[in-house]
Each structure stands twice: as structure tokens, then as C-alpha cells.
């Protein structure tokens, strides 16, 4: 097997099970086999021989599947399923394993914790080394960020274990990676990676991969998460490049999630309503209203249109709520289908209202805690609601909900909200049984419930290809990492920190959230996480951007959001007219390069909210994208592109454009007041 990048060889008779030859340098990497304890003893997978187990497939995204299996030579009853997936066009191999057995086997804990080490690597002619996390959640932005930290030997030789999910090591002329497909907050491991002093490292699980007695045999095989490896002859920014575009295009199947729409939502305006209004959240939601947001939302450059909380009758569910809206968002769909527009709504996939059928077919799947079943509460205005447990048989049932409503309503784009990773201990569900403590259940649970999630966007994107699913992660607890990124996208910020996240008390009666006004700050607290942009691309981090007057604050919010983040919410039926054409203007010229601005590789100068603070979103390939330059400050300030652009360009006030002899920008950036300047190449007005 082999891409225009490396070839691979699944080995046999030997504790090295797959090898990785970079074809550019010649260059071959080991990865040892996975070993499980099998009832009381470690067992290593060392193969027998290994067979194709079915002829190669390809997916939907271009990437070829194989599928290997080969008994082991320690128990001939236990064989290994090998998934590998590899696009011809790309140097990153992407694997898991599947344990299967002719008789029942248990997966035990004799030591009381997991005893699983899912591969191993040797770094020895590796001198340098990076743990790079995604799941930072820093409190100073409330937000998950990307976090990279250099490893020197004295970590090694002390033993230290890294949550990565990755880790990036090379030398002066190879760059490698090797990561895994799960998620969870820094520091919060479910698997991490073990070093030794000979530069050796094991990727190890630390808790809740399985439980102890987990039957494996031929109708309950083992199923593990993903993992990923890559080498590239070069250095860790050419790696870097490789990635993303991996996670682009070969890394899901489910295509549009990776497109660069344009978002609004509803729920900044419900929330103001609350708060500065004092209304309800759920007194905007109602048909006249809507209709009136999409003719505006329309005209600013919106492709995406979500009704948050409230339009439902009740969780579970989920019947549009027919008093808000008499015919079922039948209106609200031939609007948005008229101005080619994509509906998409609300959901808590956890929530089965007291009253609901979902709850009736499914009452054992609620959540328990220490014996006791969770009590409903009330879910924003609607009716109380019972806590359903994803990693049970209710799963199933949702999945099959979201995808009648594609059917009967028309949606096509959900926004998860509110899956914490902890939370039930329930015996009788998918995560644990009575002879299993209540900790190992409930870390069961949190291991478990990203993999549900991933299996419900998996079978609703099976019978309904256009869905886009949108995992909320605003707060922390959530599972983040690279397992939801295989499926769908992330909600990374709506309004970013609280009073309290400043040590500001803030009186009950007041919103709670700081950055809810016009101009600079929330801006750049929202462009904080465009750091992820180097190995994933922020078109996979939906942040939301105001659309409020001045044209000042506009000009920086949209500055902002088309580096990637593409979301809109706020009150539009009070933007103004100009600004409305605005958005609507420089919209459609972003909408002319943004397929080159996804692809491209961050370059940025400054810090956020520095002066200048310049991104370059620039395409190799075509030299068309965008420059994007703030200040802070009134002053003049000049910038060089790194990337030859094309040579049709468009520019805001205040720019000064000529091009050196190698066709790269040179740019006067002149800033007469604080605020943001915008230059496109490759567009035509």
C-alpha cells in the first residue's frame, strides 16, 4: 500500500506491526503493536500472518480503506482487524485496530486500571519533540485554544506522560506525527502518550477505554478509537501544512462540514432580549420575526440561517413548536430556499421532556448518579426535562429524530449544545454493568460519549450527506480534540468570558457576559483561537461576530470573520441600512476567494489586539485570498507578503498597494483612527 508519500508494510512474527517508509527520504518508521490483558495477562498483537479481509473501498472523500485481519501467535482464538486509510495525495496514514476472538474472551484490570497500550515508537534518532493540545481551555478568553510545548530529554528521562492529542518529533530534515482521535479538556487524559529515558514513547489509555469483564468475541469485537501518523521530509511548518489540508479533505466524509459558509444565529438576539429588553429568550422566536431576519440576513451575505433555542414544542421530540410557528416552518423554509439559504436549528441531544414520547419509549435511559436518576429541569422556557444518557440504546432514537426532521422539515445544519463529558454511572446502559464500580462506569461514560456523538452524525450523514452537525463547546467539559473534527465542526465562542472569568462580581440581575458590545474587544477575544489555524482550519470553528453599528465596528468584525470563523449573530433588524450593504459588499467579494482563504496556510505578524496585527490568508497555489490588518491605533505601518498574489486586487480606505519584482504585496497600511483594513486578491467588483 502506498500514496505519492510513503509506502506501508504490515509486518508479520514481530512486535513491529506497521512499517512507514517516507519515499521522499527513504526513510522507515516502526510503530509496535497494540497489547491488550486478556483475562489477568498482556497480550501483544504479534501476527501470525495477516490477509485482506475485504477488497479495498473507496469513500466518499477520496481516501481508499483497507481492511486486514490476522490471528495472533500468543491465543490463535483472538485475531486483529487493521483499518487503514490512505489518499494518494496526502502523507498522513490514518488507522485503528478491531479485537475479535473464535471463543469469549474478557478485556480485564487486575490492577484496577486500564492495561492498554494501543502503540509504540522509538525516538531515538529524534532530537526534537512537541506536545501540540487542542483542548486548552484558557479562562482568560473562555475558550478552548491550541497549546504547544516543547519536550527536551529530562522530560524522557523522567518518565513524564503528555495528553497531546499529538505529538510532532523530527530533526534537522524529518518532521513526524503521531496522534490520536478522542477528546477532552487539558488535563482531564483518557489516553496520553508515556516517554522513557531512551526516548521511547507508548500511547497508552489511562482510564474509561473499557471496562473490566468486556466480553470480546466474534459479535462483540473490540472497537478502537483512531490514530494518525505522518512523516514528511522537511520541517514541522511543511508538516503542519500537510495536516490541514489532511483534516480539510481527507480527514472527513462528511464534505460539508468543511465548506466555508456564512452563519447567523438567532441567539445573540434572544439573549439581548433578555437582558437589555427585558423580555424572554423565546419572545423573538415566532414567525414574523424570523421571516424579517432572513430578508435582512439575506442581503448582508448570510448562507446558513439557525433558530436557536425555542423552536420546538419539547425536547425529545422535537415537533416544531406550531404556536410560534403555525405551519411548521413551512414559510420559513420556501423564504430560505428562495434566497438559496440553508435552515438550521437547535438542539440539546441530551433533553426528553417530562411529557414527551422519546422519554416514555426510552425512561431507562436517563442518566443516574450514584443510584439516583437525574430530575428534570426546565430547558430554556420550555418544558421540564428529563437528562437522557447518549451512551445507551436513546442514542439510536436521536439519531433516527434528526434524521425525520431533514425529511419532513427541511434542516440540514444542527447545533449540539450542552453534551457534558461527565455525568451518568447508570449499570444498565452501554458503559459498565453492576459488577463494575460506579467510578469505572462513570469514566466509561466520558469515554464513551464522544464516540456515541460520532456514531449519530455517522448515521445521520449516511441516509442525509448534506448535514453539517455543529458541536457546541463555549464551556469547558466537553469533548474536544480531533475524534469530532472526523465528522463535524466546533461552536468554539458565542460571547467569550463572563464577569466572574475577570473577578468582576456581577448582580443577578444583569447578563452576565461582558463582550456583547460594538468595536474592538470582543474581536479579539474571538480571533485569540485562529492559532488552531496552523494545524486545523478555522472554517472547523465557528465563532460568531457582531454586525452592530458604527461602520468602524463592522469594518473589524468583518475583518475578523472572514480569516475563517465565519459566524454572524446579533440584532439584525437594527443594523443600518449602509451597514447592511456593508456586510453585504464585502461579503460577496470574500465569497470570490474563500475556497483559496480555507486552503491557505496562516501567516500572521503581531500579536492580537497589537499594532499592527496582520494576517495573511494568501494561496500558494494562486496568489488569491486576503491581507488583513488591525490597529489598535492611529498610524501608518508597512507589510510584505510572504506569498506572491494575484494581481487583481481590492482594498478598504487607506491602503497602498505595488508589487516587488518577485509579484509579492507591498502594502502601505494607513490607519487614521483604530479599526481594521481589508485587501483582497484575485476579485473582481
Known amino acids: 500500500m502506498k500514496s505519492d508519500f510513503f509506502e506501508l508494510e504490515l509486518m508479520t512474527g514481530t512486535e513491529i506491526l506497521l512499517r512507514y517508509r517516507d519515499l521522499a527520504s527513504g526513510r522507515v518508521f516502526d510503530l509496535k503493536a497494540p497489547a491488550f490483558e486478556v483475562e489477568g495477562k498482556e497480550v501483544t498483537a504479534v501476527l501470525r500472518s495477516v490477509d485482506l479481509a475485504r477488497e479495498p473501498k473507496l469513500l466518499p472523500n477520496g481516501v481508499v480503506e483497507y481492511a486486514f485481519e490476522g490471528s495472533l501467535a500468543e491465543d490463535p482464538a483472538l485475531s486483529l482487524g487493521i483499518i487503514l486509510r490512505i489518499a494518494k495525495d496526502s502523507p498522513i496514514l490514518r488507522f485503528r485496530y478491531i479485537l475479535k476472538s473464535t471463543l469469549p474472551r474478557q478485556l480485564t484490570k487486575e490492577k484496577g486500571t486500564d492495561n492498554l497500550t494501543y502503540l509504540g515508537f522509538s525516538a531515538k534518532d529524534l532530537p526534537l519533540a512537541r506536545e501540540i493540545r487542542f483542548s486548552e481551555f484558557q479562562e482568560r478568553i473562555h475558550s478552548f485554544c491550541l497549546s504547544e510545548h516543547e519536550i527536551s530529554q529530562r522530560q524522557f528521562d523522567n518518565g513524564l506522560s503528555l495528553m497531546g492529542p499529538m505529538m510532532v518529533l523530527g530533526d534537522r530534515t524529518e518532521s513526524l506525527l503521531i496522534a490520536y482521535e478522542h477528546g477532552s479538556q487539558v488535563p482531564d487524559a483518557f489516553l496520553h502518550f508515556q516517554l522513557t529515558g531512551d526516548r521511547g514513547l507508548a500511547l497508552k489509555a489511562v482510564k474509561g477505554n473499557y471496562y473490566h469483564g468486556r466480553i470480546v468475541d466474534r459479535n462483540r469485537p473490540f472497537e478502537t478509537i483512531w490514530f494518525q501518523f505522518a512523516a514528511v521530509h522537511g520541517d514541522e511548518e511543511k508538516l503542519a ?363 500572521r505578524m503581531g500579536s492580537v489586539g497589537g499594532s499592527p496585527e496582520i494576517h495573511e490568508k494568501i494561496s500558494e497555489k494562486t496568489g488569491r485570498g486576503v491581507i488583513v490588518a488591525f490597529s489598535s491605533a492611529p498610524g501608518c505601518y508597512r507589510y510584505v507578503s510572504k506569498n506572491i498574489v494575484d494581481k487583481g486586487w481590492w482594498g478598504t480606505d487607506g491602503v497602498e498597494l505595488k508589487l516587488d519584482e518577485k509579484g509579492r504585496a507591498v502594502l502601505k497600511l494607513d490607519f487614521r483612527e483604530a479599526g481594521a483594513k481589508i485587501i483582497f486578491f484575485g476579485v473582481e467588483e
Open 241 to 603: 501544512g500537510h495536516y490541514r489540508s489532511f483534516v480539510l479533505h481527507r480527514l472527513s466524509t462528511n464534505q460539508e462540514s468543511r465548506k466555508p459558509y456564512i452563519f447567523y444565529n438567532t441567539w445573540a438576539f434572544q439573549e439581548r432580549n433578555k437582558w437589555w429588553n427585558k423580555k424572554t429568550f423565546l419572545s423573538s422566536m415566532n414567525q414574523e420575526r424570523i421571516l424579517k431576519e432572513i430578508d435582512i440576513a439575506h442581503q448582508m451575505g448570510v448562507e446558513v440561517f439557525v433558530l436557536d433555542t425555542g423552536w420546538y414544542e419539547k425536547t425529545g421530540d422535537w415537533q416544531v413548536n406550531r404556536k410560534r410557528f403555525p405551519d411548521g416552518l413551512k414559510a420559513v423554509k420556501e423564504k430560505l430556499d428562495g434566497y438559496g439559504m440553508k435552515l438550521g436549528l437547535w438542539f440539546n441531544p441530551c433533553a426528553a421532556a417530562v411529557s414527551s414520547r422519546m422519554l416514555k419509549e426510552h425512561g431507562d435511559c436517563i442518566t443516574s448518579w450514584h443510584g439516583r436518576k437525574s430530575e428534570a429541569s426546565p430547558i430554556w422556557e420550555t418544558e421540564e426535562s428529563h437528562h437522557m444518557c447518549l451512551v445507551s440504546r436513546y442514542s439510536e432514537a436521536f439519531a433516527e429524530e434528526l434524521i425525520r426532521l431533514v425529511k419532513e422539515v427541511g434542516v440540514t445544519y444542527f447545533k449540539w449544545d450542552a453534551i457534558h463529558q461527565y455525568g451518568c454511572d447508570d449499570p444498565g446502559h452501554w458503559h459498565g454493568t453492576e459488577k463494575n464500580s460506579r467510578q469505572e462506569r462513570a469514566d466509561c461514560y466520558a469515554f464513551e460519549i464522544g464516540r456515541s456523538m460520532i456514531r449519530i452524525v455517522e448515521r445521520l450523514c449516511e441516509e442525509c450527506p448534506e448535514a453539517i452537525v455543529d458541536f457546541d463547546i463555549t464551556e469547558g467539559n466537553r469533548f474536544v480534540g480531533l475524534g469530532f473534527l472526523a465528522v463535524g465542526k466546533y461552536f468554539l465562542i458565542n460571547n467569550g468570558p463572563y464577569y466572574h472569568n475577570y473577578d468582576i462580581p456581577c448582580p443577578e440581575d444583569r447578563w452576565i457576559n461582558i463582550f456583547v458590545y460594538p468595536g474592538p474587544a470582543r474581536a479579539w477575544i474571538c480571533r485569540e483561537p485562529l492559532s488552531f489555524d496552523k494545524w486545523i482550519p478555522s472554517v472547523l470553528f465557528l465563532t460568531h461576530y457582531l454586525p452592530d453599528d458604527p461602520a468602524g465596528s463592522q469594518l473589524i468584525n468583518i475583518a475578523s470573520l472572514i480569516l475563517g470563523q465565519n459566524g454572524i449573530w446579533g440584532d439584525l433588524l437594527s443594523v443600518s441600512r449602509e451597514g447592511v450593504k456593508l456586510f453585504g459588499r464585502i461579503l460577496s467579494l470574500y465569497k470570490q476567494v474563500r475556497e483559496d482563504i480555507t486552503e491557505s496556510f496562516p501567516v
